[in-house]
């Protein structure tokens, strides 16, 4: 934790913080988590004072506890349940990394097995739902397809829906999330291309099965390099959580409501699409292009980016100050992934000139802006062969653990409350109406 800014008196009270308001003083109880972070509790601020406290976009406010995911910001540490995201980008499975953030404990070989087995079994689509595709334009965004399409999934799952939810119906609800969003991913891929599905194979692993919907052909089955199973497999592991972002706290705005699973996870989704959150990966590769396109010189680029009128897409983020760890594995597999295809992709040396560059000038230095996960991650999803307007649809795959993880923890919550922000109104004060023919043409 950085650290404060006045230093405490050596006899003050170390579990309260004072609060000076106009004409009074309050005392509000401090919070520590479990990594020695420091909150101020406000909970009780506006009924003890009349005041509330402003934070736009967040930046100071812990909205929930959490024993899920750690981070920390300052030193470039992400743990999920405790476990270091470089050990389990190295040695875990991206099923096994998924029952560790929903349930807190690496899974036994027998958890493992039925988890799996669960998996297999929900592979497929309800019949009906390929009328739902129908519905789409053929050149529908496959997020939107995605998100209408989990909801669409929930309407066939009644028994998952209910208000009730314990380990047992949140395994089964898991397992029919995970393995439907992949075949529907698959599903609106071959949509576009004018192919037949695929059908999953119960045979394959997760990530095998999910590269032979996409890519397999009826006269051609797509048999994928090891290597290309263990980029993807990074790749899930390290966007399966990351504490209270965008898209994770919609999740639980939305499940705050009492909403089922599918309806808070397909939220998820649709706060995922946008370039500032995980639309960046593909914002990265159209700016990519262009610089390559326009045979531009990264220098001209960062040189715009100070003048304000370009934003570094794939660079900064609201936590990480010093590095993403997440983006250090993923240049690393990249780096490993095109040697071992043979595949020489000149974006990625765009990437890593315009990267040199940031990182040694004041601009980035100042502000404390370094690659994120979504810099080097398009390169990757492009390499393994997924179309450009994939590429979020893939971060979601990765993240429905995470989702479905803060779901369950908000739910089992014994102090949930429907989350409900406050606002300092800045409109018109009190008006009389204005009748049609008193306001002129
Ligand atoms: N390029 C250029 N300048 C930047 C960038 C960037 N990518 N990111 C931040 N800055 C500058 C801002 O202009 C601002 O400068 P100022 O203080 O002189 O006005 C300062 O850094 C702080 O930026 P904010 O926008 O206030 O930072 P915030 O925490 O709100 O935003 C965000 C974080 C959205 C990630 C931002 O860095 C950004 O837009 N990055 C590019 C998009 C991106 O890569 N998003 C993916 C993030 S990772 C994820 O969601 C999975």
């Known amino acids: 934790m950085p650290s404060p800014a006045v230093p405490a008196p050596a006899d003050a009270d170390r579990s309260v913080a004072r609060l000076q308001l106009p004409g009074r003083e309050v005392d509000l109880p401090i919070v520590v988590g479990s990594e ?59 099923v096994e990394v998924a029952w560790l953030l929903i349930f807190g404990e690496l899974p036994t070989s027998d958890q493992l097995a039925g988890f799996r087995a669960l998996l297999t079994d929900e592979q497929l689509l309800h019949e009906g739902m390929r009328y739902h595709f129908e519905g789409f334009p053929p050149h529908g965004h496959p997020m939107a397809m995605l998100s209408a399409m989990i909801n669409a999934c929930g309407c066939y799952h009644p028994e998952l829906l209910a208000p009730e939810m314990d380990d047992e119906r949140l395994i089964r609800a898991t397992a029919t ?11 609106s891929y071959k949509m576009t291309q004018g192919r037949r599905m695929e059908y999953p194979d119960p045979s394959l692993s997760y990530c095998r099965n999910f590269l032979h919907m996409m890519f397999s052909r009826p006269h051609r089955r797509h048999e994928p390099p090891l290597q290309v199973v263990r980029a993807l497999t990074k790749f899930l592991i390290l966007h399966a959580d990351h504490e209270q972002n965008c898209s994770t706290s919609t999740v639980r705005m939305v499940g705050s409501s009492g909403a089922n699973v599918f309806a808070s996870v397909a939220s998820g989704v649709c706060a995922l699409w946008g370039p500032l959150h995980g639309g960046a990966n593909m914002a990265v590769i159209e700016m990519l292009r262009q610089i390559q396109e326009g045979g531009d010189d990264p220098r001209s680029i960062v040189a715009k980016v100070k003048d304000r009128k370009f934003r570094l897409m794939g660079f900064g ?46 601009y980035f230095l100042e502000r404390k802006l370094y690659p994120n996960v979504d810099f080097y991650s398009g390169i990757i999803l492009r390499a393994i062969g997924i179309p450009l307007n994939m590429f979020t649809v893939m971060f979601s795959i990765g993240r429905v653990p995470g989702w479905i993880a803060h779901w369950y923890e908000l739910y089992q919550d014994p102090e949930r409350r429907i989350c409900r922000p406050r606002q300092i109104y800045t409109g018109s004060g009190r008006r009389e109406y204005v009748e049609m023919d008193a306001r002129g043409c």
């Open 317 to 362: 983020h609201r936590v990480y100050k010093n590095f993403d760890p997440r983006a250090k594995i993923l240049e690393e597999t990249c780096g490993e992934l095109l040697d071992t295809l043979g595949v020489s992709d000149p974006l990625l040396e765009i990437a890593r000139e315009l990267a040199e560059i940031a990182l040694t000038d004041d």
């Open 177 to 187: 999330l995970m393995s439907k969003v992949c075949t529907i991913a698959a599903f």
């Open 36 to 94: 020695d972070e420091h909150g101020v509790g406000i909970g009780r601020l506006r009924d003890q004072t009349g005041y509330i406290t402003v934070d736009p976009g967040f930046g100071n406010t812990a909205a929930c506890n959490s024993a899920i995911t750690f981070i920390d910001g300052e030193r470039g540490i992400l743990r999920y349940r405790g476990y270091p995201i470089e050990e389990l980008a190295e040695k875990s499975s991206f």
